[in-house]
């Protein structure tokens, strides 16, 4: 009687603790087929509605100085924002780094944090996790993979 050797699937070795890494990140991709586009399209919308709002709230030169006076002088504003740019001569772009880019950051990091979420805690809860490592894949494939699909939207949305 011989005994035979049974040697782990090549997935598993080829890549160590990362293996399986794409499969879940294009698995992750297709679960989020709806969700991703549309905090791609929300953030987007977000971003194109700024400079048609800021050229109706504020149509004049001493209007955006006002306004400038405000974002200097408010330490709240300085806080979110950092000491301001081009606060001298306060033109649309400067109004939109210094006060909206904050805003879309915050939208951008909201929109990774939850999809890390989802792929990671919520995949635990549900039991899926373990479903998932059950098979060959590596040991921080599963946080790799979630980490990746937050990465790939959010680089196309700041």
């Known amino acids: 009687m011989t005994a035979a050797i049974v040697s782990a699937p090549a997935a598993a070795t080829a890549s160590g603790s990362l293996a399986g890494t794409g499969t879940l990140v294009r698995f992750n991709l297709r679960r989020d087929r709806i969700a991703l586009p549309a905090w791609l399209l ?21 209007d955006r100085a006002n306004q400038a006076a405000v974002v200097a ?12 740019y081009g606060i001298e001569d306060y033109t649309y772009g400067a109004m ?37 490592r059950a098979s060959a894949v590596g040991r921080y494939a599963h946080l790799a993979a979630a980490l990746l699909t937050a990465a790939r939207p959010a680089s196309f949305s700041a």
Do not use: D, S
């Open 42 to 62: 929300g953030i987007a919308g977000f971003m194109l509605a700024g400079p048609y709002l800021y050229a109706n709230l504020y149509p004049t030169a001493q």
């Open 73 to 84: 002088g408010n330490p709240a504003m300085k806080a979110l924002t950092g000491p301001g």
């Open 96 to 132: 939109l780094a210094n006060e909206y880019l904050a805003f879309v950051l915050i939208l951008v990091a909201l929109m990774t944090t939850f999809t890390v979420v989802r792929h990671t805690r919520t995949e635990e809860e549900t039991g899926r996790f373990e479903l998932v």
